[in-house]
């Protein structure tokens, strides 16, 4: 009984707030004599602050034709627009900048929901050693960065060198498919130098000066361990593989919105997820360096703090993941 009661007093209270906010809407309305997607726009300056309270006026509409309007074809955007300006009876010749506007921010929103249904495409898709295409990416990932060493044979344990767990890479893209191969070839092509020294500190780590704060907080057991043992390093490979699985769950949640409607000022690519993935994989060596564990089976414990750092920063509106390399130098004009 007591459940029913407080199923109850909740759904009438979501109904009550949800009829407060229609009519607390109307009443600006009147007094300003704007609709809500004008305020936000001349409120609200370019960007992720702007274009998400667009997406969430749009799908919390009481109009259909607005809710669907997040989900048109890009090709359509131009007379979802002026559907909407219809619907809402804004005069374009009076409101210009509203129309540009509003195209803007669903080009966005549009282009960020038909990013993701690309890159679940090709991490759905299975490396395949028979697809021609497939093992070319493969062999530029070797010669981008070991270009002074030579593959000596397709199976070989020459690929534990970059960070693989066999001799064959094939069957370490099971997880994330294509698109952890497409991410890693992009990452040693495009910055190639970071990536290289990424992977030469993978093999050789150095230690960081461990402070004094963190001396006193170390066991004897831990103190005798760090002293005798080297820096733990990472298989640079399967680390690029478990970063393009983190870069793909901030996606899917929604949580790299934040970034790409800052810096995409249209509809976000594979090439901004990839650059992000540029970015994601520079910062986390730096904080693998940082952290500095015991060993490596502190993997998943650093990734999920590094993970959560990351969605920390990803919930200010003005936050843009701006790496500062190579392949990034054009993210933010993109």
């Given at each position: 009984?007591?459940?029913?009661?407080?199923?109850?007093?909740?759904?009438?209270?979501?109904?009550?707030?949800?009829?407060?906010?229609?009519?607390?809407?109307?009443?600006?309305?009147?007094?300003?004599?704007?609709?809500?997607?004008?305020?936000?726009?001349?409120?609200?300056?370019?960007?992720?602050?702007?274009?998400?309270?667009?997406?969430?006026?749009?799908?919390?509409?009481?109009?259909?034709?607005?809710?669907?309007?997040?989900?048109?074809?890009?090709?359509?955007?131009?007379?979802?627009?002026?559907?909407?300006?219809?619907?809402?009876?804004?005069?374009?010749?009076?409101?210009?900048?509203?129309?540009?506007?509003?195209?803007?921010?669903?080009?966005?929103?549009?282009?960020?929901?038909?990013?993701?249904?690309?890159?679940?495409?090709?991490?759905?898709?299975?490396?395949?050693?028979?697809?021609?295409?497939?093992?070319?990416?493969?062999?530029?990932?070797w010669k981008c960065l070991k270009p002074n060493s030579?593959?000596?044979?397709r199976i070989s344990k020459q690929w534990c060198e970059?960070?693989?767990?066999?001799?064959?890479?094939?069957?370490?893209?099971?997880?994330?498919?294509?698109?952890?191969?497409?991410?890693?070839?992009?990452?040693?092509?495009?910055?190639?130098?970071?990536?290289?020294?990424?992977?030469?500190?993978?093999?050789?780590?150095?230690?960081?000066?461990?402070?004094?704060?963190?001396?006193?907080?170390?066991?004897?057991?831990?103190?005798?361990?760090?002293?005798?043992?080297?820096?733990?390093?990472?298989?640079?490979?399967?680390?690029?593989?478990?970063?393009?699985?983190?870069?793909?769950?901030?996606?899917?949640?929604?949580?790299?919105?934040?970034?790409?409607?800052?810096?995409?000022?249209?509809?976000?690519?594979?090439?901004?997820?990839?650059?992000?993935?540029?970015?994601?994989?520079?910062?986390?060596?730096?904080?693998?360096?940082?952290?500095?564990?015991?060993?490596?089976?502190?993997?998943?414990?650093?990734?999920?703090?590094?993970?959560?750092?990351?969605?920390?920063?990803?919930?200010?509106?003005?936050?843009?993941?701006?790496?500062?390399?190579?392949?990034?130098?054009?993210?933010?004009?993109?």
């Amino acid at each position: 009984m007591k459940h029913f009661l407080r199923m109850f007093v909740q759904v009438c209270l979501y109904f009550y707030c949800k009829c407060l906010w229609r009519c607390l809407k109307f009443v600006v309305r009147k007094l300003t004599g704007q609709c809500e997607l004008q305020r936000i726009c001349y409120n609200t300056k370019p960007g992720a602050a702007r274009t998400m309270k667009i997406e969430a006026s749009l799908k919390g509409s009481k109009s259909k034709r607005l809710q669907t309007s997040v989900n048109v074809h890009p090709d359509a955007i131009e007379k979802t627009i002026d559907d909407i300006m219809e619907l809402k009876r804004i005069n374009p010749d009076r409101n210009p900048q509203l129309g540009v506007s509003l195209q803007a921010c669903l080009l966005q929103i549009v282009g960020y929901r038909n990013l993701i249904a690309e890159v679940e495409k090709l991490r759905r898709e299975p490396y395949d050693s028979e697809n021609p295409q497939h093992e070319e990416m493969l062999l530029k990932l070797w010669k981008c960065l070991k270009p002074n060493s030579p593959l000596k044979a397709r199976i070989s344990k020459q690929w534990c060198e970059i960070g693989f767990q066999g001799d064959d890479p094939k069957t370490d893209f099971r997880g994330m498919g294509l698109l952890g191969l497409y991410n890693l070839v992009y990452f040693a092509e495009w910055d190639t130098e970071i990536a290289q020294q990424v992977l030469t500190d993978s093999l050789h780590p150095k230690y960081r000066e461990v402070t004094k704060k963190e001396l006193s907080q170390l066991s004897k057991a831990e103190w005798e361990k760090k002293k005798f043992d080297k820096a733990i390093g990472y298989s640079f490979a399967i680390v690029g593989i478990n970063i393009t699985d983190l870069a793909y769950n901030l996606l899917v949640s929604g949580a790299l919105k934040t970034h790409f409607y800052n810096v995409a000022p249209e509809a976000p690519t594979l090439t901004h997820f990839q650059q992000t993935f540029c970015y994601l994989m520079h910062e986390f060596h730096k904080f693998w360096i940082d952290e500095d564990p015991l060993d490596i089976m502190e993997f998943n414990r650093v990734r999920e703090k590094f993970y959560k750092r990351i969605l920390r920063q990803l919930q200010n509106p003005e936050m843009a993941l701006c790496p500062h390399f190579a392949a990034s130098e054009s993210l933010i004009n993109m």
